[in-house]
């Protein structure tokens, strides 16, 4: 089992930046894939970013290269979202994801956080 706690959302204006932080614990402790999901009031989940054990690899939806940036630390088991020149299109509740592998969690993660809110005020 892994447990994954999303922190950081909040309200921004346009253009501004925040960073989310995702917690994991559990058995896996730095060996899973984790990744970056977001859904908006009436749309399906949405794929965003993700990252593999390593953090050598990285995978990010369209919409947001180049303006966010997912990273982890493995001695924290803490996997982050840096998220730059926001729009308000980013406005969604943000989930946090584990896999085995980062094909995995762009797909079927296995383990889901609660997830925290972004609003990006126009």
């Known amino acids: 089992q892994v447990q994954l706690v999303e922190s950081g959302g909040g309200l921004v204006q346009a253009g501004g930046s925040l960073r989310l932080s995702c917690a994991a614990s559990?058995?896996?402790?730095?060996?899973?894939?984790l990744g970056w999901f977001r859904q908006s009031q009436g749309k399906e989940r949405e794929f965003v970013a993700a990252i593999d054990w390593s953090g050598s690899i990285t995978y990010y939806a369209d919409s947001v290269k180049g303006r966010f940036t997912i990273s982890r630390d493995n001695a924290k088991n803490t996997v982050y979202l840096q998220m730059n020149s926001l729009k308000p299109e980013d406005t969604a509740v943000y989930y946090c994801?584990?896999?085995?592998?980062?094909?995995?969690?762009?797909?079927?993660?296995?383990?889901w956080g609660q997830g925290t809110q972004v609003t990006v005020s126009s």
């Open positions: 994801a584990a896999g085995r592998n980062t094909m995995v969690v762009r797909t079927t993660p296995g383990y």
């Open positions: 559990g058995r896996t402790g730095s060996t899973y894939a």
